[in-house]
């Protein structure tokens, strides 16, 4: 899976030389420290709510991170140069929280990256491509799915400072990347960013990264949500991506992924996948489609949301795959207080349009409830 982390000119040298990948916000996360934080009404206060929610949202974007993933740095454009793409590194760990307020590395940033995570030389190509080249050009396309849809989205979007792309479009930044350094790169430990050349470079050192590496956990966060009776589907979203291949949600919800998206854009509108989690077989693709509420799940869900989904792989994901692709909708949600109301929800489900044929199957709707017990967040498979 790849990760594509934005950088400027000052903070892609840092990156570089330290060897990590960042992105956050001025303020820092308390309740990351202290599950049991209270928000206050005013910024000027501490947290907000709505500050909490936006800090929640990054951190479930690097959650989905695991070792071994490839890390591509998109460096946003200036005066005096394009916006470029460059790589390729890999994950050396799982994210952390860096706080704020200990200032490591962040007046060489000159700005604060409070989840990081450290990284390692793969496949290090000293040229960067360019947006140009990558997303404007059309040579080689023969169907619209074949666009870099994920990075077009976030262009359009430009309020994620780590995104995820597809293995399809992965494999073509990184087939261009080859293409543009006729399949040069560097070898070496020690790397910077050129501002003169906009090049990667190799140096003769490398500096040791000797941050703080705090866990960021949100579970005793979301239980204590729930507990208040607060919005918490943001926190929801970052636990699922820290715990989706883990029992019991990998059997629930994620299977044997190759690839776990949240926030996943479907449209150029505001339309987005809350998760979505892709399985490969010799025989077939699974696409776990899931959509998260932190109250008990209700019509629109199955009515609107689902369908605009479904019908947003079948047009731009289905064409990349050469096996047969099973759609799965799956609904994670508050459980009903009681079995009739499950029932007449399980009525609602069943009247989303499935279908099978030679290419693609939508299977019926999976509800997965969850529920606070002896301090712990518990799921269920209720049909």
């Keep these: 899976m790849t990760h594509v982390f934005i950088v400027n000119d000052t903070t892609f040298k840092v990156h570089l030389e330290y060897m990590f990948a960042g992105t956050g916000a001025s303020k820092d996360a308390p309740f990351l420290v202290d599950s049991q934080y209270i928000n206050p009404k005013k910024s000027a206060d501490g947290l907000t709510p709505a500050g909490e929610r936006n800090l929640t949202a990054m951190i479930a974007d690097v959650s989905r991170i695991r070792p071994g993933d490839s890390i591509i740095f998109y460096l946003q454009a200036t005066k005096k140069h394009q916006g470029m793409f ?13 706080p704020t307020d200990e200032e490591y590395l962040n007046s060489e940033l000159e700005k604060a990256l409070n989840f990081r ?45 780590c995104t995820m792309i597809t ?63 607060h919005k918490f589907e943001t926190h929801l979203q970052a636990y699922i991506m820290q715990h989706y291949d883990e029992e019991p949600l990998r059997s629930m919800i994620a299977f044997d992924c190759n690839w776990a998206g949240n926030e996943v854009s479907c449209g150029v509108g505001m339309q987005r996948i809350d998760s979505m989690f892709v399985s490969e077989y010799d025989d077939r693709i699974i696409i776990n489609v899931v ?20 019908d947003w792989i079948k047009d731009y994901l289905i064409p990349l795959y050469d096996r047969k692709v099973i759609i799965q909708p799956i609904i994670v949600a508050k459980e009903f207080s009681n079995s009739e109301d499950t029932q007449t ?32 967040l518990s799921f269920n498979i209720e049909f």
């Excluded at 460059?86 to 860096?98: H, I, L, M, N, T």
């Excluded at 994920?150 to 309020?159: A, C, E, H, T």
């Excluded at 000797?210 to 960021?216: E, F, H, V």
């Excluded at 609602?348 to 709707?365: H, L």
């Design 291 to 310: 959509e998260l509420k932190c109250v008990v799940p209700y019509s629109e869900i199955v009515t609107d949301q689902l369908p605009w989904y479904v």
């Design 167 to 229: 293995d399809y479009e992965s494999n073509k930044l990184k087939r261009k990347l080859e293409e543009k350094n006729n399949n040069q790169f560097l070898r070496g430990q020690g790397f910077s960013y050129s501002t003169e050349s906009k090049c990667i470079v190799l140096t003769t050192s490398t500096k040791e990264y000797t941050g703080n590496i705090l866990s960021l956990s949100i579970d005793e966060r979301l239980i204590k949500k729930y507990k208040d009776g």
């Design 117 to 161: 995570v450290l990284i390692q030389p793969d496949t290090v190509y000293p040229k960067g491509i360019t947006e140009h080249e990558l997303l404007d050009r059309i040579d080689g396309v023969n169907h619209p799915s074949e666009m870099c849809w994920s990075l077009i989205y976030r262009k359009l979007k430009g309020n994620r400072g």
């Design 345 to 376: 929800y399980k009525s609602t489900c069943e009247s989303f349009m499935t279908e099978d044929n030679n290419d693609f199957q939508i299977r019926e709707i999976q509800f997965v409830s969850y529920n606070v017990e002896n301090n712990e």
């Design 86 to 98: 460059f790589g390729v590194f890999k994950a050396k760990s799982r994210a952390f929280y860096q």
